[in-house]
């Protein structure tokens, strides 16, 4: 009995949410999301980064939408019958993620995230926590809290 228990304490099951950029899969742990939104239209700001859509009123609580696809230099297509609004937990801030379309909620092992090829200074690997691949294709698995470390938000209330 204590051989299973300690092969379990070295591998963690988590939960992630995978969704599509385009053709590209990624995914992010479930413990970062509050919600999942349908598509709306975020109103803009003047002057914010490309990848800044504008804002949008949650519960009272002005929060950014990024547009996620322009955020990691990959191509995606925001349809809005498809798109989704992913409510997630930064750090001390909450932000909407615009991803084209939510695929699974899936339970991963720990030993099953391959880590990120090096690809020389032009590529932040901080940017994913690893690779995780799958049946259907390789799935990356988004660092949101490095991705976004500069960003202010608004708190977590």
């Excluded at 809005?80 to 092992?109: F, N, P």
Aim: hydrophobic share 45%; proline share 5%.
């Amino acid at each position: 009995m204590e051989a299973t228990s300690s092969a379990q304490s070295q591998a963690t099951t988590f939960e992630i949410i995978a969704f599509n950029l385009g053709e590209q899969q990624f995914c992010i742990k479930t413990t970062s999301i509050r919600e999942i939104r349908g598509w709306a239209a975020a109103t803009p700001l003047p002057h914010a980064p490309a990848h800044v859509l504008g804002v949008m009123n949650l519960r009272g609580s002005v929060i950014p939408v990024i547009d996620l696809a322009a955020r990691l230099g990959v191509t995606g297509t925001i349809d809005s019958s498809r798109s989704a609004i992913v409510v997630v937990e930064v750090g001390t801030g909450i932000l909407g993620l615009v991803v084209d379309q939510v695929s699974d909620i899936l339970s991963i092992s720990t030993d099953g995230i391959q880590p990120v090829p090096d690809f020389g200074a032009a590529y932040d690997p901080a940017y994913s926590h690893g690779i995780i691949p799958l049946e259907r294709g390789m799935v990356c698995f988004l660092n949101l809290d490095h991705m976004f470390a500069n960003l202010e938000v608004a708190s977590a209330a």
